[in-house]
């Protein structure tokens, strides 16, 4: 009786908080309790590790879940954002395990590297530019396409839309996910268009706006991402 996406969003929340819980606990008691022998610290950092193993196949779980949304779906922002958030989530766990056992004294020091991880990988990743490539070589590979999100993507998001747009001018299979041009207020209808012709479209009201908003160009509002995708877009559609 589950959507994709409630089946998915259960699966990643519910690891959020079992983890969020389990790590508490373990901590909390770490501070509490008193360990006088080697015994007993080593039945508690036993236990403890079993907690953790079970929350990393929680984490296997809602990983699992979260690529059956992603591969009927496709990607979107908030999902690369869950799937990054868990590899880096993970990456944590481990650490916690391995410093139970042989440096608990750098618990901060690792959780300290692991934020600084997740955000870097981020920032490496360009997430609207991965968006298009992986979207697009799903569409390739027989998948439906929702261009209209896709051109929706920041200025990050405009070279790797381009690139698609040209390696796909050649192709004849038509899409039906554009609306067309219409001069009436009402819904407008998806006209059959190919990837190409799409993008394109897409593009050029991109350019558009762009043109007509001088907004971007102050010195307050400047990022390098507008300025390429201004010079990208002009080379094409003004030439």
Same mark, same amino acid.
């Given at each position: 009786?589950?959507?994709?996406?409630?089946?998915?969003?259960?699966?990643?929340?519910?690891?959020?908080?079992?983890?969020?819980?389990?790590?508490?606990? $373990?901590?909390?008691?770490?501070?509490?309790?008193?360990?006088?022998?080697?015994?007993?610290?080593?039945?508690?950092?036993?236990?403890?590790?079993?907690?953790?193993?079970?929350?990393? $196949?929680?984490?296997?779980?809602?990983?699992?879940?979260?690529?059956?949304?992603?591969?009927?779906?496709?990607?979107?922002?908030?999902?690369?954002?869950?799937?990054?958030?868990?590899?880096?989530?993970?990456?944590?766990?481990?650490?916690?395990?391995?410093?139970?056992?042989?440096?608990?004294?750098?618990?901060?020091?690792?959780?300290?590297?692991?934020?600084?991880?997740?955000?870097?990988?981020?920032?490496?990743?360009?997430?609207?530019?991965? $968006?298009?490539?992986?979207?697009?070589?799903?569409?390739?590979?027989?998948?439906?396409?929702?261009?209209?999100?896709?051109?929706?993507?920041?200025?990050?998001?405009?070279?790797?839309?381009?690139?698609?747009?040209?390696?796909?001018?050649?192709? +004849?299979?038509?899409?039906?996910?554009?609306?067309?041009?219409?001069?009436?207020?009402?819904?407008?209808?998806?006209?059959?268009?190919?990837?190409?012709?799409?993008?394109?479209?897409?593009?050029?009201?991109?350019?558009?706006?762009? +043109?007509?908003?001088?907004?971007?160009?102050?010195? +307050?509002?400047?990022?390098?991402?507008?300025?390429?995708?201004?010079?990208?877009?002009?080379?094409?559609?003004?030439?």
């Amino acid at each position: 009786g589950y959507t994709y996406a409630e089946y998915a969003r259960r699966g990643f929340f519910e690891l959020v908080l079992v983890a969020i819980l389990s790590l508490g606990l $373990i901590l909390g008691l770490e501070a509490v309790t008193n360990r006088e022998s080697k015994r007993q610290f080593k039945i508690f950092n036993l236990l403890s590790s079993m907690m953790i193993v079970l929350v990393i $196949i929680m984490l296997v779980a809602a990983f699992r879940r979260m690529r059956l949304y992603e591969a009927t779906f496709g990607y979107t922002e908030l999902r690369l954002y869950v799937y990054v958030f868990m590899i880096w989530l993970g990456i944590f766990l481990a650490w916690f395990f391995f410093g139970l056992w042989r440096r608990p004294d750098r618990f901060a020091l690792g959780a300290l590297v692991i934020v600084i991880g997740f955000v870097a990988t981020l920032n490496l990743l360009n997430p609207d530019a991965f $968006i298009v490539r992986q979207n697009i070589a799903r569409y390739r590979a027989g998948s439906d396409l929702d261009t209209l999100y896709l051109e929706s993507l920041s200025a990050d998001a405009v070279p790797a839309l381009v690139g698609a747009m040209e390696s796909s001018a050649g192709t +004849q299979e038509r899409i039906s996910s554009f609306p067309c041009e219409s001069g009436d207020s009402g819904p407008a209808e998806m006209c059959p268009m190919t990837l190409s012709e799409a993008l394109r479209a897409g593009l050029q009201d991109r350019f558009e706006d762009i +043109q007509n908003d001088p907004e971007w160009r102050r010195w +307050q509002s400047a990022r390098l991402s507008n300025g390429r995708a201004y010079r990208q877009l002009s080379r094409i559609f003004t030439s």
